[in-house]
């Protein structure tokens, strides 16, 4: 079964603008993590905030995480060509390590 | 540089026949993860190790199985292969608990 739900599905934008991606969650988790998949090639790890942590930021990179709401959101500032890709969530569910991940945003970048 | 290797990248099969997919990790991690990937599904988990002669039943893990006899090292076996089983097998590895996982390039199978 799906823990994480992304929102949008797929997203559209211009090199330079930002691109916010949404990931909400059912359960309690110990930490979310976010990835992400270049066309036909292994999923890369981007970032992890803990469930007693509310914001992280990496690069460009910007995750929060509202663990009343239970969900995320991934900010991509100044967007790239190079970030078209496909971004996933996932969620650790306090086993161990075990992530369970959603299906993902398939952002396009246009130069 | 430490890394995950799979094999083969590409296979194509037949239903009803074994097949085995490698996957090789350098980094020393005790917990790998098979997943496989289809469209509208996302990752789900097939089986999974936390050490060792340790494994465990993921989400969908009927008609799939995987041994651990060293920590480099965790195949995945198909043992009749049916059409249901064509997708991307993608094998990844972590140190443990919030840890992120390393995932490879994955393997693309079709069985026909």
């Known amino acids: 079964s799906q823990q994480g739900e992304e929102d949008p599905q797929a997203l559209s934008i211009q090199e330079g603008e930002n691109a916010t991606m949404n990931c909400s969650y059912k359960?309690?988790?110990?930490?979310l993590q976010w990835y992400r998949q270049n066309s036909g090639r292994g999923l890369v790890h981007l970032i992890l905030?803990?469930?007693?942590?509310r914001e992280k930021h990496s690069g460009r990179l910007r995750v929060t995480l509202d663990t009343s709401k239970k969900s995320s959101s991934l900010l991509i500032t100044a967007s790239r060509a190079a970030d078209t890709a496909s971004y996933f969530c996932?969620?650790?569910?306090?086993?161990?390590?075990?992530?369970?991940f959603g299906q993902g945003t398939e952002l396009s970048v246009k130069p | 540089d430490a890394e995950i290797t799979q094999s083969p990248r590409h296979k194509i099969t037949e239903t009803g026949r074994q097949v085995t997919l490698a996957c090789h990790q350098t980094?020393?991690?005790?917990?790998m993860f098979w997943y496989r990937q289809d469209l509208g599904h996302g990752l789900r988990l097939i089986h999974y190790?936390?050490?060792?002669?340790?494994?465990n039943k993921g989400e969908v893990s009927d008609g799939y199985s995987v041994s651990r006899s060293n920590t480099e090292d965790l195949p995945l076996t198909l043992e009749s292969a049916a059409s249901s089983q064509t997708s991307v097998y993608f094998c990844?590895?972590?140190?443990?608990?919030?840890?992120?996982?390393?995932f490879g390039d994955g393997t693309r199978l079709s069985i026909l």
């Open positions: 996932a969620t650790d569910d306090n086993q161990g390590g075990k992530l369970i």
């Open positions: 359960t309690s988790i110990n930490n």
């Open positions: 190790s936390y050490g060792v002669q340790d494994t």
């Open positions: 980094w020393n991690h005790n917990n």
């Open positions: 905030i803990r469930s007693n942590e």
């Open positions: 990844a590895s972590s140190a443990g608990v919030n840890q992120p996982q390393h």
